[in-house]
Structure formats: structure tokens, C-alpha cells
């Protein structure tokens, strides 16, 4: 996948706990992106990098947060999980000239909250 | 919402055969894209087609754009039982703020 590593690649959690996925990525690249995946809604994007220490908002930010102290990390934060927060997240990074194309993306991470 | 909508939603066919999924778009956009996801697996970029062009293949691929009419076709000639995915088109906005994905179509190539 494009030298990028999900981690976890699976959690479980409860209601109210904070949860961090991390996504690694070895390509260098400019861009880093945070998406979930759902039945019914295809992917919608959640927060984006273009930089280090340089992010910016999506579509269905509420409830997350993210850093990238470094250009091969870029972690996604939810603060205290809820159950609607229950999805498969996928991390995506791009270095063409421009933001938003040719995305590769990781393998994804199932989460769950109970 | 400048989501793509894929038609149609899944389309079940014989290796060999051709299959089409088209998707239609609300806005003006600058490119279009086309990704596909095998189950449990993370999206692939297939191919790219800018707002001024007509036609791009690569491959089996062929994909086309007709701006007028706010919507592509991709067409995967002589396909394979491999080509079973979902495929998604995404939109990208004229300011390159946004990449919009549209929710799929599911494809089944049978031997």
C-alpha cells in the first residue's frame, strides 16, 4: 500500500475513552489525509495536512483532532469515542503538485465503540 | 452536496464481458477520479481526467468525461474475475478544496 502503515489495524473501545490512530507513511510525501469509511456515504473526509504542523478541517470534523509533528506521521485523535465515531478509518497521502490528487491510501482501521 | 453518484450500484457480469459504471456530479469541477477498492482493503487510484478532457484509457480502463452533461463512464474491457471490487468515482472542486467521493458500485466478474 504505498509504503503507509495503519495502526491499529483493529480496536475495540468504550464509549467515552480517547482513542489515537497513527498512520505512517515512508514516500516523503507533501499531503496526508484522514477519511472514514461508512455503508451508505462512501468516503468523507475528516481532516487533512499539507504540511508538518499545518492541518486543516473536512467535511465530519467534529469530535476529532489531529497532529503531524513530523512529515511521516500523522495522527487522528477522537478526544472521548462515541458510538458514531464506529467506522473504518483510512489514512491517504498524495504528492502530486496539487492537494487532492492520485491519493494512496493505507489498508484501514476498524474501529469499534461500545 | 457535490458527491458523485455511481450507477449503477452493482452490476454482475461473465469474465469477458465489458462493464460500464457511470457517475454524475453536481458542480463544476476540476478533475475527476477513478479508485478501486477490493474488500477489506484500502482504495487504489486507477485513473485521472481533467475538466478539458474528453477521454483517457489506460489499460483496460477507458474513461470518459462529458462536462455538459456532469458525468463520467468507466469502462473495463474484457474483465477478469480480479476486477471484483467496488469502484468509486471522486470529484475535486475547482479551488482543489475538496475531493468528493461518491458511495461505489459494487462489481462481480464470475469465471
Known amino acids: 500500500d504505498a509504503g503507509i502503515t495503519q495502526s491499529p489495524r483493529h480496536k475495540v473501545t468504550e464509549t467515552g475513552t480517547p482513542v489515537t490512530l497513527r498512520c505512517h507513511q515512508t514516500?516523503?510525501?507533501?499531503?496526508m489525509y484522514w477519511y472514514r469509511q461508512d455503508p451508505g456515504h462512501g468516503l468523507r473526509l475528516i481532516h487533512y495536512?499539507?504540511?508538518?504542523?499545518?492541518?486543516d478541517k473536512g467535511e465530519v470534523s467534529d469530535g476529532y483532532s489531529v497532529s503531524r509533528s513530523k512529515t511521516e506521521d500523522f495522527l487522528l485523535t477522537l478526544e472521548s469515542a462515541t458510538s458514531s465515531q464506529t467506522s473504518v478509518y483510512f489514512c491517504?497521502?498524495?504528492?502530486?503538485?496539487?492537494?487532492?490528487?492520485?491519493?494512496?491510501f493505507g489498508s484501514g482501521t476498524q474501529l469499534s465503540v461500545l | 452536496s457535490q458527491q458523485g453518484e455511481e450507477d449503477p450500484q452493482a452490476l454482475s457480469i461473465q469474465e469477458g464481458e465489458n462493464a460500464t459504471m457511470n457517475c454524475s456530479y453536481k458542480?463544476?469541477?476540476?478533475?475527476l477520479q477513478w479508485y478501486r477498492q477490493n474488500s477489506g482493503r484500502g482504495l487504489v487510484h486507477l485513473i485521472l481526467?481533467?475538466?478539458?478532457?474528453r477521454e483517457k484509457h489506460s489499460g483496460r480502463l477507458r474513461v470518459t468525461l462529458d462536462t455538459s452533461k456532469k458525468s463520467s463512464s468507466l469502462l473495463i474491457t474484457a474483465s477478469r474475475a480480479a476486477d471484483t471490487a467496488s469502484y468509486f468515482c471522486?470529484?475535486?472542486?475547482?479551488?482543489?478544496?475538496?475531493?468528493?467521493f461518491g458511495t461505489g458500485t459494487r462489481l462481480l466478474v464470475s469465471p
Open positions: 491517504a497521502i498524495s504528492d502530486q503538485g496539487r492537494l487532492n490528487e492520485k491519493l494512496f
Open positions: 514516500e516523503n510525501h507533501r499531503y
Open positions: 495536512s499539507y504540511g508538518v504542523k499545518d492541518t
Open positions: 458542480t463544476s469541477i476540476n478533475n
Open positions: 481526467i481533467r475538466s478539458n478532457e
Open positions: 471522486a470529484t475535486a472542486d475547482t479551488g482543489f478544496q475538496k475531493l468528493v
